[in-house]
């Protein structure tokens, strides 16, 4: 049995507080994992992966109506191994423990040892999101599977057919004292973030992050939250504009702007705003020169959201944007089985428009002008600090400058979304972007607990150097050698 699903809300309630239980006790009964034992958990998600990929790419596309194997396999299946097999070829490096110096350093040379442990937290939950199903659902199971950690995962309720094949994936694997699955809807997910966890990591929307923090710290549970916001990209003068506009256009085009770290308004200098259109227009006819029965372009994901996206551009358009939708087959995108959209240019919104408040997640792209860097830099700075940031250029000193004034939780240089990609980067948001981080090396540290041990010497010297009562001319002159510039 792997997490029952016809359950009561009391009765789920129940059973995931039993599970977590379980995990807990099994974590203290059978004490750390070996290197040896969480490289083969690891290999069994990446089996599972391999295994279940034709599953798992007709599960994505029925959920979003229509996305293709190709796309699922880049981002879900391959996306997830890559980090997984990071993970098996480093843990034993990360595992062992690390020297410290002594404080005072006298201490060391007489043989005392300082050094850090890092032990397992013991059982990690997991609220993974809709827009990339898979991939942030093992991807995050690599730190914590790698730290020695057991894990309970809430998988989303709007890709349903991904989260009951998850569940019945993982259930071929692992016992439930080592993963557990718990499917279902938003109160499901709020029982979930509510329980005793030793760490708890979620991947959402910022209003729903507020709930979820607010309900694990009943428990004091501490938690990573990877978010989203209003990621920018500034071309710089003297930008190759072709290069540029494919980048940022294919980062958002892919799963039609559906992901965190998509490019969300763009600053392009003034004088430069018809070409950035121009080049647009032609990468994304490169890319989908047809996108109502383009098996590449990726649709909407419900309803909510499609009546969403369309809302934002109405609302612009309304408020006195010029709207450009690059359509390159002129399809009517209103006679459809699913919910595509095609990409769009709102150029010069303004603050009070919805597209300009709101993360998109979607296949608009608001393109804003500047005559100075500065100005972009000072809008940045004005609002809630992203989630990324992507600047564009060939000046390496306006480079620093930027990256230097302003704050983000990553950045991509002449690119956008990749630094994702990078194990050796830690992954993470800052402010209302989220908080922790984890990938590579960072995910290990980030789900273990780094456990101070102090190694004092055999031989009790503290009387020789009058440290202790009653104190003499010993501690006097030991303190004036401390309490100085």
């Known amino acids: ?69 190709e796309a699922t396999a880049l981002t879900d299946i391959a996306g997830s191994i890559g980090p997984l097999k990071f993970a098996k070829d480093n843990l034993a490096k990360w595992m062992k423990p690390q020297k410290r110096k002594t404080t005072p350093a006298i201490l060391g040379l007489f043989g005392a040892k300082a050094s850090v442990q890092y032990q397992p937290k013991g059982v990690v939950g997991v609220i993974s999101p809709w827009n990339f199903p898979v991939n942030l659902t093992f991807a995050p199971l690599a730190g914590i599977l790698a730290a020695g950690n057991r894990a309970m995962i809430k998988p989303s309720e709007f890709t349903p057919a991904t989260s009951d094949l998850m569940k019945t994936m993982f259930a071929k694997a692992f016992s439930e004292d080592e993963i557990a699955v718990f499917v279902g809807g938003a109160e499901v997910g709020q029982a979930f973030s509510g329980l005793a966890f030793d760490h708890l990591v979620f991947t959402g929307a910022t209003s729903v992050a507020r709930h979820v923090m607010r309900a694990a710290a009943e428990n004091l549970v501490p938690v990573t939250l990877e978010l989203g916001g209003k990621s920018p990209v500034i071309l710089s003068r003297g930008v190759d504009m072709a290069t540029a506009a494919a980048r940022i256009m294919n980062g958002k085009t892919l799963n039609a702007g559906q992901i965190c770290l998509a490019p969300d308004y763009v600053f392009t200098p003034a004088d430069q705003l018809d070409n950035f259109v121009a080049e647009a227009k032609t990468a994304v006819s490169r890319y989908f020169p047809t996108l109502k029965d383009n098996p590449d372009y990726t649709a909407v ?91 564009f250029g060939t000046d390496e000193a306006e480079k620093d400058r930027v990256l230097e004034r302003t704050t983000s939780g990553g950045v991509t240089v002449n690119d956008v979304i990749f630094h994702v990609a990078q194990e050796e980067l830690p992954f993470g948001g800052v402010g209302p ?24 010497l055999k031989k009790d010297i503290a009387p020789m150097l009058g440290l202790r009562p009653p104190y003499g001319e010993g501690i006097r002159k030991y303190l004036a050698g401390q309490i100085k510039r």
């Not at 934002?312 to 450009?324: H, M, N, P, Q, S």
């Open 1 to 69: 049995m792997n997490a029952p699903t016809n359950l009561t809300l009391e009765a789920h309630k129940a059973e995931m507080n039993h599970v977590l239980q379980r995990q807990k006790a099994a974590h203290l009964q059978d004490g750390p994992w070996t290197a040896e034992q969480r490289i083969a958990r690891l290999d069994r998600c990446i089996d599972l992966l391999v295994g279940h990929q034709d599953e798992i790419a007709r599960a994505v596309s029925a959920d979003f109506g229509s996305r293709s194997p």
């Open 301 to 391: 994901v419900a309803q909510r959201h499609f009546d969403r996206i369309t809302g934002y551009v109405e609302d612009a358009r309304a408020k006195g944007a010029t709207i450009v939708e690059i359509n390159p087959a002129n399809e009517d995108l209103s006679q459809q089985p699913h919910r595509k959209i095609a990409p769009t240019l709102i150029l010069n919104p303004t603050d009070d428009m919805a597209v300009m408040q709101e993360e998109i997640f979607g296949p608009l792209l608001p393109v804003k002008t500047y005559q100075k860097v500065e100005e972009a830099v000072d809008y940045i700075n004005a609002h809630d600090r992203p989630l990324a940031l992507y600047w």
């Open 433 to 456: 972007a989220g908080m922790g981080a984890y990938h590579g090396h960072d995910g290990f540290l980030e789900f273990s607990h780094r456990k101070a041990v102090f190694q004092q």
